[in-house]
């Protein structure tokens, strides 16, 4: 199986899902040239459906409001969300400042709510509007075993030195790459934070809760066919 978008910026340069969705969809239309059909489960809601304009405009130029925002308590942000912005606030992870910086972003830069930017399916973004989506499922024991070895794997593999290696090239101020499972709990035992073994537990439990998330919203999608 071929992949694509690896390695397409630097690891201290911002990337987010409108610059994404721009690649995403131009490798979807090469893909589909070469007669195959594309795949992707990370990115399947940025890549079908569409991006709210004025939140995509939101997510670039404004590096002072975000600095400001990031700069504050998250318990702070949290109660303007609630404030502003119930729903978003119902839903969000909590535990995600990047997130939360980002509602608010939107928010205070569009004068709307986040959730009311957020758009629904757009069947004109599909590959084609008859084609169906599948997915497929493991048991829990089975996917808890495979995540545990995966973990495994990438810390054998070298995981906590690449950190280290990344680190002389920018990747702490990369805030969204700081976020990314794994890179952040290796960084944490770089720092003397915890032991190798606390975070090679904790990147397998993020791993856990994050495939969670991924088949509770599949299986409340439209998209989710079985």
């Known amino acids: 199986m071929r992949h694509h978008l690896i390695d397409v ?13 721009k690649l995403a969809h131009a490798a979807v239309a090469a893909i589909q040239r070469r007669g195959w059909r594309p795949d992707s489960l990370r990115w399947h809601r940025t890549l079908f459906q569409s991006v ?20 504050m308590p998250l318990s702070e942000l949290l109660r303007e969300l609630e404030k502003n912005d119930p729903v978003t606030f119902a839903k969000i992870d ?26 629904r ?69 770089l720092r003397h934070e915890r032991s190798l073994e606390e975070a090679i537990a904790l990147v397998k439990l993020r791993t856990r809760q994050f495939a969670k998330r991924q088949m509770t919203w599949f299986a409340g999608s439209s998209a989710w066919i079985g």
């Open 94 to 119: 909590r535990q995600n400042p990047r997130r939360v910086v980002r509602a608010l972003e939107v928010i205070r830069l569009s004068g709307r709510p986040f959730s009311a930017q957020r758009s």
């Open 52 to 71: 709210s304009r004025r939140a995509g405009r939101s997510a670039s130029g404004n590096a002072a409001l975000r600095a400001k925002l990031e700069a």
């Open 121 to 189: 399916w757009d069947p004109k973004l599909r590959t084609s509007n008859s084609e169906p989506f599948f997915g497929l499922t493991r048991s829990n024991d089975d996917l808890r075993a495979r995540i545990d070895a995966r973990v495994d794997a990438m810390f054998a593999r070298g995981l906590a030195l690449e950190t280290e290696r990344l680190l002389k090239r920018g990747l702490a101020e990369n805030k969204t790459a700081m976020q990314a499972i794994g890179y952040r709990q290796a960084l944490e035992h």
């Open 9 to 21: 910026v630097e690891v201290n340069e911002p990337f987010d899902a409108a610059q994404f969705s």
